[in-house]
Structure formats: C-alpha cells, structure tokens
Nanobody, 115 residues
C-alpha cells in the first residue's frame, strides 16, 4: 500500500505562488492517473489536477491556466505549481490516485491565501 506525503503549503498573498510536492512511499509508475485534491473550509474534497502516466494533464475549470501538475515516475513524486493564487484556493491539498484509493490519503498540506 502506497502512502503519500504532501508538503509545500503555507500562507501566501493573493496573486502569489506556491509549489506543492507529493512524495510516495512506493512506486507510482503503475498508477495510471495521479491527482491533486483540495478541501476548503466547509466544502467537500474536490479534484483539481490530474497527471496521466503518459504525460497528459487535466484541470478543474477553477484552476485552469493557473495550476500546473507534473509527475516524476522515477522519483515517485507529483508536484503542483500554483500561480496567481486567489482567496478561494485556500484549502488543505492532498494527492492520491485518480480515482482516489481510500487507504492512500495523507495528512495533506494547508494552503492559505490571505492578505
């Protein structure tokens, strides 16, 4: 069973940038799609970005053009570059396969966008 550890969150002003990293305890090369999810205050967890094994990516409309997801199968990592951050991006961010596997959720990393 793979475990994911997310890092890189923090407090940032609107318009700022952050880069999140997800490190897997095992190989992700067999996982077809890796996703970044987020759960904002009082909201359900949502999928915001997906990195497909072959290299393609998909994004939620709310982050398209601002976020970039990338995966490194050799290093077993998945990163999320977040630019032009908005208040509504405030959330705990998680990585997991897409669709998610229940036993794989990590602790997440908090991103707070505030002036």
């Amino acid at each position: 069973q793979v475990q994911f550890v997310e890092s890189g969150g923090g407090l940032v002003q609107p318009g700022g940038s952050l880069r999140l990293s997800c490190a897997a305890s095992g190989s992700i090369s067999s996982i077809y799609a890796m996703g970044w999810y987020r759960q904002g205050p009082g909201k359900q967890r949502e999928l915001v970005a997906v990195a497909i094994r072959g290299g393609s990516t998909n994004y939620a409309d709310s982050v398209k053009g601002r976020f970039t997801v990338s995966r490194d199968n050799a290093k077993n990592t998945v990163d999320l570059q977040m630019n032009s951050l908005k208040h509504e991006d405030t959330a705990v961010y998680y990585c997991n396969s897409s669709p998610p596997r229940g036993g794989y959720w990590g602790q997440g990393t908090q991103v707070t966008v505030s002036s």
